[in-house]
């Protein structure tokens, strides 16, 4: 399948550590690309091939990415990380976003 | 700093063409080898890419789209456009536009701030 899956929603208290994930069949195979979203703006791109940070993009946002599972791992979560956030990758020649995980910051 | 900017109708009657165009300032569209996307968010929903233009004019779409979709490029303008026939309300959706190529082909990292087309007669 060229399916990737995320779970719905995902909370994490103040300061903690947060992990969003992004399934699919041998995704440790492909390049996976992780994007913010905050309500009411365009997504902004923070992980790209499962590790990388682009310049400007906090340390605490880092990826991962093995087997049938990718991660994006937020440390110290903060109030201004509450967004929804979006996991990609190429496959069956097409660009496939998952279908977005709601991170709350409680 | 290269910025993107869209633009075209708010509204669009059914059966109709959606017609957006988005304005890349900043930087030259043909320099740098970079690819220029349309990728479209329904309301509530997740993201879907649509296709993408390069400035040579060659261009690449969603298979799901193939049949409605054109991406094209003008250079002297420094504007690729998007356009989508047969509209129906499935079709409402903020439309950004998009580069990628700088990480990857695939990476988008650079958006404009998305325009809202409704379909509605």
């Known amino acids: 399948s060229s399916e990737v899956t995320q779970p719905l929603s995902v909370s994490v208290a103040l300061g903690q550590t947060a992990r969003i994930t992004c399934e699919g069949d041998?995704?440790?195979?492909?390049?996976v690309h992780w994007y913010q979203q905050k309500t009411g703006q365009a997504p902004v791109l923070v992980i790209y091939?499962?590790?990388h940070r682009p310049s400007g993009i906090p340390e605490r946002f880092s990826g991962s990415n093995s087997g049938n599972t990718a991660t994006l791992t937020i440390s110290r979560a903060q109030a201004g990380d509450e967004a929804d956030y979006y996991c990609?990758?190429?496959?069956?020649?097409?660009?496939?976003f998952g279908g977005g995980t709601k991170l709350t910051v409680l | 700093q290269v910025q993107l900017q869209e633009s075209g109708p708010g509204l669009v009657k059914p059966s109709q063409t959606l017609s957006l165009t988005c304005t890349v300032s900043?930087?030259?569209?043909?320099?740098?080898?970079?690819?220029w996307n349309w990728i479209r968010q329904h309301p509530g929903k997740g993201l879907e890419w649509m296709g993408y233009?390069?400035?040579?004019?060659?261009?690449y779409y969603n298979p799901s789209l193939k049949s409605r979709v054109t991406i094209s490029v003008d250079t002297s303008k420094n504007q690729f456009s998007v356009n989508l026939s047969s509209v129906s309300a499935a079709d409402t959706a903020v439309y950004y536009c998009?580069?990628?190529?700088?990480?990857?082909?695939?990476?988008?990292?650079?958006w404009g701030q998305g325009t809202m087309v409704t379909v509605s007669s």
């Open positions: 091939r499962d590790t």
């Open positions: 998009a580069r990628s190529g700088y990480y990857d082909n695939h990476v988008f990292d650079m």
């Open positions: 233009t390069y400035s040579t004019g060659n261009s």
């Open positions: 041998n995704i440790g195979s492909k390049d």
């Open positions: 990609q990758v190429w496959g069956s020649n097409t660009v496939i």
């Open positions: 900043g930087g030259s569209i043909t320099s740098g080898g970079y690819y």
